[in-house]
């Protein structure tokens, strides 16, 4: 059961929040015909549907009671099966926030630079470290309770990043909040419960708050700090305690809150944590109140991001007396804890972070501005931990100097804390290890925004590599909450002309986005609908998509994309091969153009002058680009793709296209030349037009370019370029040159939608209706997948042996599927020596030259067939 995409959010800010809830069930044919939502609040009834026919269980919206501010609600769900027999009941809850701006009491504090102590003259040891404009607030407020409290919730926020603490305790496992947003638009709070923490008598609530994105480092822009948003960190807060007889009171940042000095001189997500464990938390100076209003503050809408598992060090290498390097076996995105020997106070230990090594030592050329360097000056005696919390890094390596013992090394791996729905296999070690790469991949960029890299100077949400990458991320996680929280940024970075930009947030970036980047506005909104059924992300996003498509038309009336195309990049980073960006452009204006006809129609929006224009665009990019021979401008594959893919070729024509994009990866001894853009759609469009075969032989290829050739060479997660180290060139350009950089790995869409076969029909949307096509190919003897749905749980995987081919399906209740099974011998499909035609939960069988076409009610089935032509 979830409450917006979330299962028990915990301060909710959404007025009419929308409801959802899975099915299971052993028994084929199983759905539900009936449901009845009862909602409570304070042990009063203020929702009750009564019962409805209806098989929905999502995204119901909410009708009961205007919500209350604070107020927790429980709900109720009671289901009635196809019989019309009542099923099982399940309960669950949510928590409002603060939902009305009167709510706040708190005012945004900082520093108060009249308040600094004078700063005595440096020492020498001093020289190397930062100055005390630099160091996080050390913030804390005493107060007292008459009693204890029956509930209590913090509610916080920072310009920066924050750790919030009461009576000396850590509050919540959140890792820099509020993460990134569009600061001028929208700050996100938190919600904390901290009954359990608040105590009668004397109580201390505390906060530390670093520069993080608002005033840090932010991007590849050199002045420092970047300053995209504000000067210096902030914090806004309130804690509220019910009491037993219902009373209430309020605790909030203000001007009776002090400031002190503490061990963390400095914190910056991109340069590093510079700790002095000798300094105590101490001082009481005032803070200065910033401003009076909260400003643009908006509930959480999806997980945080976490620390969600550590990984110890696989080998600790000794380079010097007090030197090590640690390799953790994995490239990651994280910090480094050490626990540290005994030791005499004021020893420095620097932790330096890499990707890779060269010759043995950490390459760090590719960083570009970033530091990654975490600093700890120990304070002497007893064993101590370094554990930095205001920063992150990329990184698989990490030395370590300082420390004449070996110190005791964990990576602590943190990422938005996007719930893991998938699981792909098969029996090539070096295809698992691809779909291990690509997940790692997704990990390590999704940290607040979806990012481009992790570990240099950018970390930067580009759009096109988010919409070639956002079909396998949801195949890996449930990440509809994240990328509908990231849309808002998307919409709120489009320009008055209608151009949205090639990265969100705006950093850095203020030109008009490409092909491709700028679509991602357009092609992610509609994914989130057709893969979660997200209606209301649709309809926030589409008058922005439909002025984007009116921007590009705008300044290209002739319907070709050759004006106000932005940075134009093309197929970035595609290799022997240079894709016209003309014909990349235009492909993507009208693939933008029939996505807002497509949207239109959902949202009963006028969509019959974007059904012309796509047919208009269809036209002219047939008259310039495509030959008689069904030959695509420049010849590439990715031109070829993106003409396939995106229908843009004559019917007749379509054969010949096709053949000519098989001949190119042959001539090529099965190499491919994508880049971003051609690389998301070589698999699928292969697989699509009957070549399966070619989509085989560049998964399995391991020679430059391939994905197994990094893989080869010691890849844990997906590089930005082929030729990001090769045997015949060594290390790229280190200005840019990530190993950790998910666009490449657009191929797992592929390995979940036609390798292990899950799918759903065109018509489909959040997987109502399946489309099962396992293909088996290659030197696989076996592969399936398993994806967690917004319906419920879908699973299909083959495996062949001898003549025989056995398919395995799970099919959730509620929803229906097509199964085609690839077999020259229809009439020897079916299960436990039964016909498939007669198999119970078989709707119908139809026989094709390719195999057998099953339509499937839910249930979960296996098949076997001959692979023996007849």
């Not at 009419?16 to 539900?32: E, N, T, V």
């Not at 209806?54 to 609600?73: F, K, M, N, V």
């Not at 310009?159 to 305790?169: F, S, T, W």
């Not at 106070?345 to 010759?359: F, K, M, T, Y």
């Amino acid at each position: 059961m979830q409450t917006e995409q979330r299962t028990e959010p915990l301060g909710l800010g959404e007025p009419q929040p929308r409801l959802s809830w899975k099915l299971r069930s052993d028994r084929r044919g199983a759905a539900q015909s009936a449901y009845r939502i009862t909602a409570t609040a304070g042990g009063e009834t203020v929702w009750d549907t009564g019962r409805r026919a209806s098989a929905d269980t999502l995204l119901i919206c909410w009708e009961g009671a205007a919500l209350r501010s604070a107020t927790r609600y429980r709900w109720r769900v009671e289901i009635w099966d196809e019989t019309g027999t009542a099923g099982s009941t399940a309960e669950s809850w949510f928590e409002t926030g603060l939902l009305e701006p009167e709510d706040w009491a708190a005012v945004w504090i900082g520093r108060d630079p009249v308040a600094l102590p004078p700063v005595d003259p440096p020492t020498d040891e001093d020289l190397v470290a930062p100055g005390p404009e630099e160091a996080p607030l050390y913030l804390s407020h005493e107060f007292q309770l008459a009693q204890r409290p029956v509930r209590a919730r913090l509610y916080a926020t920072a310009r920066g990043v924050y750790e919030p603490e009461l009576n000396g305790a850590r509050v919540g496992d959140r890792e820099l909040a509020p993460g990134w947003t569009e600061y001028h638009h929208r700050i996100q709070y938190q919600t904390y419960d901290v009954t359990e923490q608040v105590r009668a008598g004397d109580n201390t609530l505390a906060a530390v708050v670093a520069d993080g994105w608002w005033s840090g480092y932010v991007g590849f822009d050199p002045r420092r700090p970047a300053r995209h948003y504000g000067d210096a960190p902030a914090f806004l807060a309130q804690l509220v305690v019910d009491f037993p007889d219902g009373s209430r009171q309020t605790i909030a940042t203000g001007s009776d809150w002090t400031e002190s000095d503490g061990p963390i001189r400095a914190a910056d997500l991109m340069m590093g944590q510079y700790v002095d464990a000798r300094r105590a938390v101490s001082g009481n100076r005032p803070v200065a109140v910033l401003d009076t209003g909260t400003g643009p503050l908006v509930a959480e809408p999806d997980e945080p991001i976490r620390v969600v598992t550590e990984l110890p060090a696989v080998a600790v290498d000794r380079r010097g007396p007090d030197r090590f390097v640690i390799d953790f076996g994995q490239n990651l995105v994280g910090r480094v804890r050490l626990t540290l020997p005994e030791m005499p106070g004021g020893r420095r230990i620097v932790v330096r972070h890499a990707e890779v090594l060269e010759d043995g030592e950490l390459y760090v050329a590719n960083l570009r501005r970033a530091a990654a360097t975490d600093t700890y000056v120990t304070a002497g005696g007893d064993t101590e931990t370094f554990d930095p919390r205001f920063t992150f890094h990329g990184f698989r390596y990490a030395e370590v100097t300082g420390c004449t013992e070996a110190p005791d090394a964990v990576a602590r791996v943190l990422h938005s804390d996007t719930p893991w729905t998938g699981r792909f296999e098969c029996d090539d070690p070096m295809v698992n290890q691809l779909h291990a790469n690509i997940g790692w991949g997704q990990r390590g960029n999704f940290v607040a925004v979806p990012t481009d890299c992790p570990q240099r100077d950018e970390r930067l949400g580009w759009l096109a590599d988010a919409q070639v990458f956002a079909p396998t991320a949801t195949r890996n996680a449930d990440v509809s909450a994240f990328f509908a929280r990231w849309m808002r940024d998307v919409v709120d970075g489009q320009n008055d002309d209608g151009a949205f930009r090639d990265v969100a947030p705006i950093i850095a970036f203020e030109r008009e986005g490409a092909p491709a980047w700028g679509d991602g506005g357009v092609i992610i909104p509609w994914l989130l609908w057709r893969t979660y059924g997200d209606r209301r992300v649709l309809e926030r996003s589409f008058d922005a998509m439909a002025r984007w498509v009116g921007h590009i038309h705008r300044h290209n009336p002739g319907l070709l994309w050759e004006n106000r195309a932005g940075n134009s990049y093309g197929d970035w980073l595609q290799v022997d091969a240079e894709t016209p960006r003309d014909v990349l452009a235009t492909a993507y204006f009208a693939r933008s153009t029939q996505i807002v006809a497509d949207a239109a129609d959902v949202l009963g929006r006028p969509a019959a002058g974007y059904r012309d224009l796509h047919a208009a665009i269809t036209t002219a990019f047939q008259d310039a680009f495509v030959g008689d021979d069904g030959s695509v401008k420049g010849g590439t594959q990715t031109g070829y793709l993106l003409a396939l893919a995106f229908g843009l070729l004559p019917e007749a024509l379509v054969d010949a296209a096709v053949g000519h994009l098989a001949a190119d990866i042959e001539k090529r001894g099965y190499r491919l030349t994508t880049g971003f853009v051609g690389v998301s759609l070589l698999c699928p469009v292969l697989s699509e037009h009957g070549r399966a075969d070619l989509a085989y032989a560049l998964l399995h290829q391991e020679e430059y370019p391939s994905w197994a050739y990094s893989i080869r060479h010691g890849a844990t997660t997906i590089w930005e370029r082929w030729d990001g180290w090769t045997d015949h060139g060594g290390f790229q350009s280190a200005a840019m040159n990530s190993f950790n950089h998910y666009s490449l790995g657009s191929v797992g869409d592929w390995l979940y939608g036609r390798v292990a076969g899950i799918d759903q029909t065109p018509d489909s949307v959040a997987y109502s209706e399946l489309l099962l096509r396992p293909t088996p190919g290659g030197r696989l003897t076996w592969a399936r997948a398993e994806q967690e749905t917004v319906r419920g749980l879908v699973a299909c995987g083959w495996s062949r042996e001898d003549d025989r081919l056995t398919v395995t399906v799970t099919v959730p209740p509620g929803c229906t599927a097509v199964l085609r099974i690839p077999t020259p011998d229809p009439g020897s499909v079916g299960e436990n020596d039964v016909p498939a035609a007669e198999t119970p939960g078989v709707v119908r069988a139809e026989p094709s030259p390719a195999g057998l076409t099953l339509r499937l009610t839910s249930g979960r089935y296996t098949f076997t067939a001959s692979t023996t032509p007849v």
